[in-house]
């Protein structure tokens, strides 16, 4: 995950017929495949719990870049809180600020997962703009940079992850002296506009899964972020 502040930095260092014969040949289940090739990942352009992916990825900049830095954090490694961020519905789980983490944790039956390959965010108050165009402009040439997307569930690759990219309608965020993107700390809310690629997941199984994602960006000095997590769902007794 890259703050505009964080790379700046870093780059100062750094056929009529035949589609009819091909629809008439296609199994409903598919055309069901064709439409979403992941299995267990909301589509692109579904809204879900009422967010396109561009609100929810506004939603997890806002709590994410509220995060203090410590060992017991969500940006953490080992063992952590999985809905210490998102909401009832939807776990936010995090990547790193740059190198890998492997984690743990448990989640509840019924609960949606929400974690970016690797993203970023322009701000006013990171000197990115002053305009939402200047900040939209300044997010989406950082996120032009990103490389090497991966996405690995339960064992399985995800497919076509340059279509899950999704920049997110302005919004603010406020931050703490010691957040973990060493951002500008800020009473008052700054605007922002984030840009990055993101999955999100129905909610899984009770029992254990693997989740694994990250990317790279093409800056100087390089970047890459990577984060492993071993998720235990707890059945739902009630």
Known sequence: MLTGNTLWSRRRLLLVGVVMIAMAATTPGQAAAKANPNPGVRPANSKPFGKSYGEWSALWWQQALAVHKGSDSSFGAGSVDCTALGTSHVAFLVGTTGGAA????????????????????????????????????NASQLADQFTNLTAVVDGTALSNLTSYRFQSPLFTWTAPADNVFNVPATA????????GYWIMLTPLSPGVHTISFGGAARVSPPFATAATYTITVTPDHH
């Open 188 to 195: 008052d809310p700054t605007t922002a506009v984030a840009d």
């Open 102 to 137: 492997s984690r743990s944790c448990t989640l509840p039956t019924g609960t949606a997962v929400l974690f970016p390959l690797i993203n970023t965010e322009s701000s006013v108050i990171e000197d990115n703009g002053t305009t939402e165009a200047e900040l939209r402009a």
